[in-house]
Nanobody
Framework: QVQLVESGGGLAQAGGSLRLSCAAS????????MGWFRQAPGKEREFVAA???????NYIDSVKGRFTISRLNAKNTVYLQMNSLKPEDTAVYYC?????????????????WGKGTLVTVSS
């Protein structure tokens, strides 16, 4: 059974940092592109960042230069380092996995999802 478990969410002040983690189990981690998506209240889920098994990355424009996605294949874990946080980054952040997918994959392409972790950024 595939499980994606996010952690690291919480409350941060504007300008602060948080690091999200997503631990994957039940799958061959190196066969998957891993992504982070987010959903703010009243809005649709949107792509944030993705990383291929080989380390290629892609980011939504609004987080470029502030967020960094990385993965540690030996631990089946993907991370999202979020710096210079803004109130508009407030959302539930979801980890997702796309088997043999590319870094430009969309939400509909994802095979598995975590349950999400809430990030709240105060002004």
């Amino acid at each position: 059974q595939v499980q994606l478990v996010e952690s690291g969410g919480g409350l941060a002040q504007a300008g602060g940092s948080l690091r999200l983690s997503c631990a994957a189990s039940g799958l061959t981690f190196t066969s998957y592109t891993m992504g982070w998506f987010r959903q703010a209240p009243g809005k649709e889920r949107e792509f944030v960042a993705a990383i291929s098994w080989g380390g290629d990355t892609n980011y939504i424009d609004s987080v470029k230069g502030r967020f960094t996605i990385s993965r540690l294949n030996a631990k089946n874990t993907v991370y999202l380092q979020m710096n210079s946080l803004k109130p508009e980054d407030t959302a539930v952040y979801y980890c997702a996995a796309d088997r043999f997918g590319g870094v430009f994959a969309k939400a509909a392409d994802m095979d598995y999802w975590g349950k999400g972790t809430l990030v709240t950024v105060s002004s």
